[in-house]
């Protein structure tokens, strides 16, 4: 399974780099606002952290508008990858985008039959929302499970992106569902490499180390 960084915040993009595990960057207007900083300049230097798809939202709502700032935005960078809210004009401009074969995501999806549709309109991801599911008491991850199914019951090359994670456990079930991409937040990806007996087990052998006789 790709992890994805989901930040627009160039310092936590190149701390998950160094971590030597991340192989993408999804952003959108609201991470984007949390770091105060333009578009444009962001993803370029977004591009000079990372070889692997930088995911960048188009603002507009309908669909001949999309596909015109999907173009602007695709030209940024060739890992750029146009990211599309989910919607008739969303599929619309996504099917345009494909068609000029520029690379897609479809973001706020929230049900498998969105996403087939997202599918079915050659996005080349699709973003189910498992937290924000979650925070309306329905589970998200059943949503990720049955999207996969479904794509791998007709063979489609959409890949299944999963987003607003914010736990360690939707990455697990996101792992077990064969979810091609997750993207996380640096503090999730960060919890992923910590477990309380390996710091007990790294206390215990640093000072073991000290009653070892030195040369
Ligand atoms: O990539 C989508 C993600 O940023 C949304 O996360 O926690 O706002 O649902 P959240």
Redesign the pocket.
């Known amino acids: 399974m790709k992890f994805f960084v989901?930040s627009a915040d160039t310092r936590e993009i190149q701390i998950a780099v160094e971590m030597g595990c991340i192989d993408g960057v999804?952003t959108?207007p609201?991470?984007l606002a949390k770091v105060g900083r333009p578009l444009e300049a962001t993803i370029r230097e977004i591009a000079a952290l990372i070889d692997g798809p930088i995911s960048a939202e188009c603002i507009s709502t309908q669909a001949e508008a999309m596909v015109k700032e999907g173009v602007a935005l695709s030209a940024l960078h060739p890992n750029v990858v146009v990211k599309i809210p989910m919607g008739v004009e969303g599929l619309k401009a996504t099917r345009a985008l494909a068609g000029k074969g520029i690379a897609t995501n479809v973001?706020l999806v929230f049900s498998p039959l969105q996403a087939l549709l997202c599918a079915k309109a050659g996005a080349s991801f699709v973003?189910p929302?498992v937290?924000?599911l979650d925070d309306i008491g329905q589970e998200g991850m059943e949503m990720v499970r049955q999207t996969v199914a479904i794509f791998d019951n007709y063979g489609f090359a959409t890949e299944v992106l999963v987003?607003?994670v914010?736990n360690p456990i939707h990455v697990l079930h996101a792992a077990l569902a064969g979810a091609h991409v997750a993207?996380l937040p640096l503090a999730v990806l960060k919890q992923l490499s910590e477990h309380p007996l390996t710091t007990l087990g790294i206390e215990r052998f640093l000072a073991d180390w000290e009653k070892v006789p030195k040369a």
């Open positions: 989901d999804t959108n609201s991470l973001t973003s929302f937290g924000r987003a607003s914010r993207t």
